[in-house]
């Protein structure tokens, strides 16, 4: 399966709660922090990064 995001852009993407590295999730429909586990969706090839409302 293809990438969504072009890799110079996922190379420089960071979790915006805790600032570490994202992974796509198995299906490439979303990105997960790799460390607070946070998960974000992709729409048309754009992660969605806002933070969680609390």
Do not use: S
Not at 6 to 22: M, N, Q, R, S
């Amino acid at each position: 399966m293809k990438d969504p995001i072009p890799k110079d852009l996922f190379d420089i993407l960071a979790c915006p709660v805790c600032k570490a590295d994202l992974v796509y999730n198995k299906d490439k429909t979303g990105l997960v922090c790799t460390k607070c586990k946070q998960k974000y969706e992709i729409k048309e090839g754009i992660p969605i990064l806002l933070p969680p409302e609390d």
